[in-house]
């Protein structure tokens, strides 16, 4: 594996057995390079096995067949305990609907994941502000979820995914509830975070979004075409 990769899936597939022997092939035979740095896109239509890829790149779901190398470990034979370990680490995730802690100011939903880490309250204050103004939110600082927009409750979300400073985002339709403006400024936002070397993998069945990419592939039936 050259170096500058730092994830890659080889004759990755997936299967699910869909009722009572109705076999579907989520992901079938797929290869892909994530390079340090790089904005890699997957594009396709709903159901075509986009979620199903990213969930096993990311190590929250398994494969049937194939392998993910991880700076030349395979990540698919990891067990839990240290699938979690490197996702704390090294992983930041954007969905769709990504729930946030009601409870939490938009600030404070930005600090928790650093919470249980061993770093400085000043520096975690520093890092969630200025996340905040980098999402444009600065003013909701102190609000609760509840009193946020959709679109805001997700930049809020993306700020939080971002604050661990993760070597990779994995990102499931990032922009989904999102207006187009919105939308354009957070795939800004996720392509400026490459020129600090983070990888970013979006999946989307947003063709429009392909002009971020530094990569970009289409996805149909499991397969890339
Ligand atoms: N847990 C599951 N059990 C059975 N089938 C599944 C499961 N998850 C996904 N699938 C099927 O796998 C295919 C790909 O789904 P998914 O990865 O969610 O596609 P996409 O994200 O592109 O919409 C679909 O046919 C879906 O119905
Ligand atoms: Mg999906």
Known sequence: MSNNVLIEAKNLSKEYIRGKKEVVMAVNDVDLQIPKGKLVMVTGPSGSGKSTL??????????SEGKVLYEDENIAEWDEEKLATFRRGNVGFIFQNWELIRIMTALENIESPLYPLKIKSKEIRMRAISLLKQVGLWDKADNYPDELSGGEQQRIG??????????????????G??????????MRLLKSFTKRDTSVLVVTHNEDLKRYADTTHRMSSGRFV
Do not use: C, H
């Not at 990213?54 to 494969?63: A, E, M, R, W, Y």
């Open 158 to 175: 993306i700020a939080r995914a971002l604050v661990g400073k993760p070597r990779i985002i994995f990102a499931d339709e990032p922009t």
């Open 54 to 63: 990213l969930n096993i790149l990311s190590g929250l779901d398994k494969p």
């Open 177 to 186: 509830n999102l207006d187009q403006d919105n939308a354009a400024s957070i």
